[in-house]
């Protein structure tokens, strides 16, 4: 167990040091915008690309795995959306956002500094082709949900455009295919560039945890709404053990990758969501207590799986 309390003990030891420290300076949620910016267009993207552009390009085209990460993430969505929709006053903008929180995990800032300590190297191409493709469904759903609603009422053609720019430009997204052109090509930097990814790359996962400590303790939580139960229970053990049973079912692929996939899966709910409510003004307040209540549960999850995969307790395929 002390191997597995080494593991997680630095990340939400970030979380937690982020959380006090801004108890106690007090600065405004907006102070903590270049430290966002940093991680989202300048320190992520380098790790990105510094560990897609080492990997051999044959390992990046497993549609397979692809296919059975975003569906696992879709019937939760999925499952979620529709429980909302029955509620009395359920309806399509609130639905969508209980969706994604329920399935729309940390996988960004909480992701790839976990996977790379617990699996290794190995685990960077699978926590990549993760966070591209299930992003795009992402930024694709979620506004597409709001136009059915009505909450978007944009026309369709600036709708979809609105679409696909915010998908090409995200600056994760031309990090990985930036990353995949340079497998392909075996680029290699030049050793200065290559220095100075390293240095960003090492920043990331960091500064990510500790912005997200901050950002935790800036949205205080004033009452637990009833849907966090199901939301909770279906983002931190429904979606990592349909994640798990998809992958063992569908493919053949190695412990390395059917872990990365099924550890990400377990991860609390994105702040993505929050600001996808945000920018909606839909389900705002109850979108960032989803994020802080399965942050917190998370602790006690993540461990528990973390233990059961390195302890031999989970087979890395269900159905060799």
Not at 170 to 186: E, L, Q
Not at 242 to 265: D, Q, T
């Amino acid at each position: 167990m002390t191997d597995v309390f080494g593991l997680v003990l630095p990340f939400f030891g970030l979380i937690f040091v982020g959380f006090v420290v801004a108890r106690i300076a007090r600065q405004p949620l907006e102070a903590l915008g270049w430290m966002n910016i940093f991680i989202i267009y300048v320190a992520l993207p380098a790790l990105f690309f510094q560990l897609l552009a080492k990997t051999p390009f044959e390992q990046l085209t497993e549609w397979t795995f692809i296919l059975g990460s975003v569906v696992a993430t879709y019937i939760v969505f999925s499952l979620m959306f529709l429980l909302s929709m029955l509620m009395p006053g359920g309806n399509i903008a609130e639905s969508t956002i209980k969706g994604l929180s329920a399935a729309y995990g940390n996988i960004g800032y909480m992701g790839p500094g976990l996977a790379l300590l617990a699996f290794g190297e190995q685990a960077a191409v699978p926590v990549a082709l993760i966070f591209c493709f299930e992003n795009i469904v992402h930024f694709t759903v979620a506004p597409m949900m709001m136009a059915l609603a009505g909450d978007d009422q944009r026309p369709w053609p600036q709708l979809a455009l609105g679409v696909v720019q915010r998908i090409v430009l995200h600056p994760f997204i031309i990090a990985t295919a930036a990353g995949v052109a340079a497998a392909y090509f075996r680029f290699q930097p030049w050793l200065p560039l290559e220095r100075l990814l390293s240095y960003l790359s090492s920043a990331a996962a960091p500064c990510a945890l500790f912005a997200m400590g901050v950002t935790l303790a800036l949205r205080p939580l004033k009452r637990i709404p009833s849907e966090m139960a199901p939301i909770a229970i279906l983002k931190l053990i429904v979606h990592p053990l349909l994640c798990y049973v998809l992958l063992s079912w569908i493919g053949n692929f190695s412990p390395e990758w059917v872990f990365s996939a099924v550890l990400l899966a377990s991860l609390p709910t994105a702040t993505n969501v929050f600001v996808i409510a945000q920018q909606y003004n839909v389900w705002v307040q109850r979108a960032s207590a989803s994020i802080l209540i399965t942050t917190c549960l998370s602790v006690v999850t993540v461990t528990g799986l973390l233990f059961m995969i390195r302890h031999g307790v989970l087979p890395p395929d269900l159905f060799p």
